[in-house]
């Protein structure tokens, strides 16, 4: 009885890691931009490609899902979710209110080896605009809104900013498609770190809370010109 209950849990581990493996190459794929908003994903040829059953490639999709990447459609099976003008507002509006709550916490956190970690991770930027890296910025932009969440020293608040990225990835690629957005974005950072660094708290919060809603307007006016 006993081996039967370890040959067991050793099944289901392999199981939960097949799944995870599936999990982590589809996702990887959606924050890459190599499958795009409304692509169907089939299981099937995810099955095949990858030398699986079908069984942990589905509950790799659904757990996708359940992180918003990914849309199940009945009896259509999978595609990347395709995020509406309402869905991009719901998700900003949301993001503003943690947000600004998050650098109201970290200014009342801030120490010396805080801000040399924001410092140095906002001096990554200028080579990312000089080469146009899309993905390398929005992978700049959102570790820096990770960070500020984390320096809050709130797990709840770094927890949910956290669940949010995923989403967030998807839609900022919109943003940085605007000519000035990496310039922008640079420049707002920098701004929010310096002000968060001399103990300026309301400073911060209203540039953090301009530039997210900033950012939501020009995603918005992107996916109206798309027609979406």
């Known amino acids: 009885m006993t081996r039967r209950i370890i040959v067991d849990y050793y099944v289901d581990m392999t199981k939960a890691d097949l799944t995870e493996k599936v999990y982590r190459e589809i996702r990887q794929r959606i924050l890459a931009f190599k499958v795009l908003p409304g692509m169907r994903i089939s299981d099937k040829e995810i099955a095949e490609e990858m030398g699986l059953s079908r069984t942990p490639v589905r509950q790799a999709l659904y757990k996708l899902v359940e992180k918003g990447l990914v849309e199940a459609k009945h009896n259509r099976g999978f595609r990347v979710r395709i995020f509406s003008i309402d869905d991009v507002k719901d998700l900003y509006m949301f993001r503003e209110a943690l947000e600004t709550l998050a650098v109201r916490q970290t200014a009342v956190n801030m120490s010396p080896e805080k801000a040399a970690l924001l410092r140095g991770h906002l001096d990554a930027y200028p080579g990312m605009i000089k080469t146009g890296d899309l993905i390398g910025f929005t992978k700049l932009d959102g570790q820096f809104h990770q960070m500020i969440a984390d320096f809050s020293e709130s797990r709840l608040l770094s927890k949910t900013v956290g669940n949010l990225q995923d989403q967030l990835w998807a839609v900022r690629r919109y943003q940085h498609l605007a000519p000035t957005s990496f310039v922008e974005t640079y420049d707002e950072h920098g701004s929010i ?16 809370s301009d530039h997210i809603l900033n950012s939501m307007e020009v995603v918005v006016n992107m996916l109206q010109d798309m027609g979406i």
Request: glycine share 0%; net charge neutral.
């Open 193 to 208: 770190i310096e002000h968060l660094i001399k103990n300026r708290s309301e400073e911060a919060v209203k540039i953090m």
